[in-house]
């Protein structure tokens, strides 16, 4: 059953460049499906999470993560009431502006481009959904729905006071409200990453030997998750009871979240997606008791996974490909690709030259990235077949 707060495709707000809707797909179910098929969502296949991603087979990568988060926000949107497909093409979209080599490489462009405006991967996610993917004969982007882009732009709440340059240029032309809240469908997706996240670096930091089950076992929820396993299936081979533990532990989140915003909504009592927007606070999120929890848990990781010495390692590794790729494409543009180059043509300022550099090099996969710095950078031969440039037929 559709709740009344949830957002209606039949009165969605249209897109920028109108178009003649589909017979058989809403509005929505459309949205998720271009951002399916878009170039920047395949990259996402070899862009890292927080291992880089040659590193492992099994290790998720920015795709794999989308495809979870995307899975939970369809599952907590039907416990909901709300709309699935917007929730879905918000999921899948939110990590689309995601440089190379994952915070690493955001934290390398955003200090590179601090003279050119800076860089967020959330701004420059709306940028690549509404100017760099360039497939259609009408328009730039996808031209989603307002809804969509809404839900990118604020799915973690109200942008106000220093709105990234992307962000503001798109809104001027196309004004997203971004100092309201989003729709529960967006908010959703918000909340559902942070539940894929949590529960995928446990397993990703087990597989890495970087912590142990028994560390696992201590700490908040994830004890009582495995007390409850050895109760049920005493003895248990060693991986399959970590699985086992580390479901339970994924349900407890997504339980949470239902419940404190069934109650929520309850207390609330929103007609329509109006008065989520207008609420003046996030309405799906943990409980307070679950998130100090999850507080800990990342305290944990962040000590034993994200800055243990083999990832920091990489981190400056990975930091100097892009810190040395930003200044040469910046003084060589010729060896920009030839639809680059076109772009590159038409610029006034270094600060345009700059926003098309960190575009190009955004857009690059890990492997990518590591093998133009060393064709370009250490002057090593590279083996191009197996390799395609960025934001390909820009």
């Known amino acids: 059953m559709t709740a009344p707060y949830a957002s ?23 949205d998720r499906d271009r951002i399916i098929h878009a170039s920047a969502f395949r990259r996402l296949k070899h862009k890292t999470q927080v291992f880089i991603e040659h590193e492992g087979d099994y290790y998720r990568t920015r795709l794999t993560h989308s495809i979870e988060v995307a899975q939970v926000a369809r599952t907590i949107s039907g416990a909901l009431g709300l709309n699935p497909e917007l929730t879905e093409a918000v999921a899948l979209a939110h990590d689309l502006g995601h440089p190379p ?18 860089f967020d991967h959330n701004a420059q996610t709306v940028r690549i959904v509404t100017r760099l993917e360039r497939h259609y004969a009408d328009f730039d982007g996808l ?7 809404e839900g990118i732009a604020k799915h973690n709440g109200p942008v ?14 196309h004004d997203l409200e971004l100092d309201s809240f989003a729709s529960a469908e967006a908010q959703v997706a918000a909340i559902a990453d942070d539940v ?51 479901r339970r532990f994924f349900g407890v989140l997504v339980e949470d979240v239902i419940g404190f915003a069934r109650a929520r909504l309850a207390e609330l009592g929103p007609a329509s997606v109006a008065d989520i927007r207008g609420a003046g606070r ?14 800990v848990i990342r305290a944990f990781l962040f000590q034993r996974m994200y800055r243990a010495p083999s990832v920091v390692a990489m981190r400056s ?42 575009d190009y090099i955004s857009g690059m996969t ?21 390799f395609l440039p960025p934001l390909e037929g820009r």
């Open 143 to 149: 031209n989603l729905t307002w809804e969509t882009l």
């Open 317 to 358: 590794e990975v930091t100097q490909v892009v810190n040395e790729l930003f200044p040469y494409f910046m003084d060589h543009t010729e060896h920009l690709p030839k639809q680059w180059r076109k772009d590159v043509e038409d610029v006034e300022g270094e600060t345009e030259l700059g926003r098309i550099v960190c």
């Open 196 to 246: 894929a996240y949590n529960h995928h670096d446990l397993h990703d930091g087990l597989r890495a030997e970087l912590f142990s089950t028994d560390e696992l076992a201590e700490l908040p929820i994830l004890n009582a998750c495995f007390d409850r396993v050895d109760r049920l299936y005493p003895g248990l081979n060693y991986y399959r009871r970590r699985h086992e533990a580390l």
């Open 101 to 118: 080599f994952g915070h690493t490489g955001e934290d390398a462009l955003q200090a590179l481009m601090a003279p050119y405006g800076g």
């Open 8 to 30: 209606d495709p039949d009165t969605a707000r249209g897109r920028l460049v109108p178009e003649e809707e589909s017979t058989f797909r809403s509005c929505f179910q459309r």
């Open 160 to 173: 106000v006071g220093d709105i990234p340059w992307a962000l503001a240029d798109y809104t001027a032309r």
């Open 282 to 295: 996030t309405i799906i999120r943990f409980s307070d008791a679950v998130f100090n929890d999850l507080k």
């Open 366 to 386: 890990d492997r990518f990235a590591i093998q133009e710095h060393a064709r370009l950078i250490l002057g090593q031969p590279v083996d191009t077949r197996v």
